[in-house]
């Protein structure tokens, strides 16, 4: 093949070879008419780039027909139809694979009407990650639900001491939390419902506003500004009458098959620039073009990626600058004359001005590699060294693994190598060259916050050992954010057995194991450590599985450090809904009954085989308020899978009893993990069997509650407080209820 420093402008044989490349592409017919000159390419004040187009005719297919109408205003704007939805378009990026459209908001309106935003992306789209789900009101609750149970949430809360301090969008006033990325859905085309639910809760009087609200929307469009809380600023833009939305990104690609796939039949490859590459983008179903390095344009039209020249910037170079195909080459001023005199001499001398240009920029690519990888690991090993706050400090050197070991692994992050994901991170199982089987989690999104979360969990890892406690076997420090290495957990999650949908799941003997070995893992994080640790996000996906069933707690990401002077922290509110403390939901504040909390949900999990994020009664009831209703009136036979009721005989009013005293709304009169796990140990104990009992019946009142030196009557809640507290947690749960 010619040298692409030919820049197909003087030789023939580079057309000819450009002229091959169409042919062994297998560009489609309909693809040269649809990227053709006679297309209109602009509606209004956008561009339409194909594959995008006005009119099927122009279109790479006709998910990707836009329409030219004229909106309320009466002016010319693009729409784009996704689903049942028509959305105004406001940005079409190809080289990202991505859309910004105009998205609707939901509003929750004092003594007023009251609406929900159902967001329904069909393939080839799907709702962005750099999206946020943001509030913005006082005493709500906005939630995502969608059809696969994946609920994302958040409060917003008000206070009179607070009103006039508010700056930033933290939890007084407005909130904002994170989406479900499309690698943690089941299907593509899932479904969110978003709502803003008032709590019914008495405001300050500065709070002004009559309405609540909350939307997904590109997370670098909402800049919060206090009016928006203490006046009706945000109502007078986006309102009830207002036709105006907020940007929402749509993630979107071509084809229906990975890129391998989409290969094999050339005549529907949408790739069709030369200088272009296909990428996977690990959301299920279909693929997207980029341009190669040093190039830029639309890689879905022939010739669409164009060479950069580099030489254009200021100060790239301190010699003379060359720009060659793809990249570019600095040279001394006089060194560059005379390779310029030898190639215009003779055909010689321009070979070696070829082979001179390609050793030149392969080593420049090299260099910058090795700069970044520098840079990086740096940047993540101060980070790293200050988390490690022991005097095992020579840690993070044992533990270093380069990212071409770990690229050699996972057959260079193959999406077939993907074991699952979760909101912080892909794991992919890799092959080290030792042979070792591991699992390698890698970050989704290059923000500031993940990356401390990720150095937090290498951090909080390697000062654990414990059986029961996933062990992390090293880190790479050489990319943006840190790839972590763990041991290689064979059989799943705990969530995925209890929830497979066949009539049986664990016997009762492996769950009341599991629930033992999780609650060994988290006493030992408590009370072993030197320094305390709270897990902080306590639920069966985290909860790993291998041969033999034995379980692994995993994802220490959102953990935090206690110091032993002190029994709680003040903190932003992280966890998942459904396992999350309400205590520490409504209140900030984190300790380790949270934990606590976390784990009885599981444990009435273990015992229901209901979701605890998307179960709802015929009353309306979650299924902590159900489980516990059910258990005060001695009815849990209604709640209870039935085979638990066939294989657990008496143990299970006693692990019904544990779990009641668990998710108790007063964390104060939760029982402490220690306690817990004795209580199951007791239970396992084949030689303890009938002392385990008893033991258990010197723990447990007569009305089934732990006895952990509860406060006197007249210190405890009432049954309406107590019912208030269920309430308000139900209502953060609302959101994945269809209603």
Known sequence: MASPLCGGKTLLLLLVVAATLSLEHGVPVHGFLAASSDCQRSCGNITIPYPFGIGAACSWEPSFNVSCLVDGQGQEAAYLRVGVSLFKLFEIDVSQGEVRVEGPISRSCRNGPKSELLLVPVPPFTVSNKNKLTA????????????DGYTSACGSFCNQDSMGNITECAGIGCCQTSIPSPGNLRTLNASFIVTADSMHISTPQKFSSPCSYAFVADANWFEFDPLYVTSAKFGEMYGPGSDRGVPLVLDWVVGNGTCGEALKNASSYACLSENSVCLYPSIGLGYRCECLAGFKGNPYVDGGCKDIDECAFPNLCSGTCVNVIGSYMCTPHQGIGVIIGIGVGSAAGFMILVVIAFFITQRFKHRRAMKLKQKYFEQNRGQLLQQLVSQRTDIAERMIITVDELAKATNNFDPARELGGGGHGTVYKGILSDLHVVAIKKSKITVQREIDEFINEVAILSQINHRNVVKILGC???????????????????????HVGSPRSLSWRNRLRVASEIASAIAYLHSSLSIPIIHRDIKSSNILLDDTLTSKVSDFGASRYIPLDRTGITTVVQGTIGYLDPVYFYEGRLTDKSDVYSFGVIVVELLTRKKPFSYFSCNGEGLVAHFSKLHGEGNLIEILDPQVIDEGGQEVQAVAALASSCIRLRSEERPTMRQVNRALEGLLSPENHAGANNMLAEEFDENGQMMIGYPSPDEGQSMGESTR?????QESLMAVHSR
């Open 725 to 729: 507290w269920y309430s308000l947690e």
């Open 476 to 498: 790479c420090l050489e990319t943006e954010v840190p790839l972590l290495v763990y041991e290689f957990i064979s059989n799943g999650t705990l969530c995925h057995h209890l």
């Open 136 to 147: 913005i009101g006082c005493a709500i609750v906005a939630a995502i639900g969608s059809q």
